[in-house]
């Protein structure tokens, strides 16, 4: 099981409620894989630093995770597939970015 972190924006013109539906059919597709969900972070509605199909702004997620590699070939094939996915990027965390990852979640909970 190798350790992911996965960034994806969605369309801004989708409801709450279509967000909300979107990321739990991503998050329901990885944990049906045997993925292990570590941590998930709504970034909320950004302004994108251009234009993404003339759109100014999305709804940014975070997944991170544990799963076998031979899964993410086939979850990203489903981002491709969603008109609602704008841009994603998933990214295999070594050991240091691992680390700094918790460091991140840490400080998100003291903050709080």
């Given at each position: 099981m190798n350790h992911y972190?996965?960034?994806?924006?969605?369309?801004?013109?989708?409801?709450?409620?279509?967000?909300?539906?979107?990321?739990?059919?991503?998050?329901?597709?990885?944990?049906?894989?045997?993925?292990?969900?570590?941590?998930k972070e709504d970034w909320g509605l950004k302004k994108l630093a251009y234009t993404i199909q003339k759109k100014k702004s999305g709804f940014y997620h975070l997944f991170e995770y544990k799963v076998a590699g031979e899964v993410i070939a086939p979850f990203e094939l489903e981002f491709r597939r969603d008109d609602s996915v704008?841009?994603?990027?998933?990214?295999?965390?070594?050991?240091?970015?691992?680390?700094?990852?918790?460091?991140?979640k840490s400080n998100l909970k003291s903050a709080k």
């Open positions: 972190e996965t960034v994806f924006i969605l369309n801004p013109v989708l409801s709450d409620v279509q967000v909300k539906e979107t990321v739990q059919k991503f998050e329901d597709y990885l944990v049906s894989k045997g993925a292990e969900m570590l941590h704008m841009r994603y990027l998933t990214v295999k965390l070594d050991k240091h970015a691992a680390a700094w990852a918790e460091k991140r």
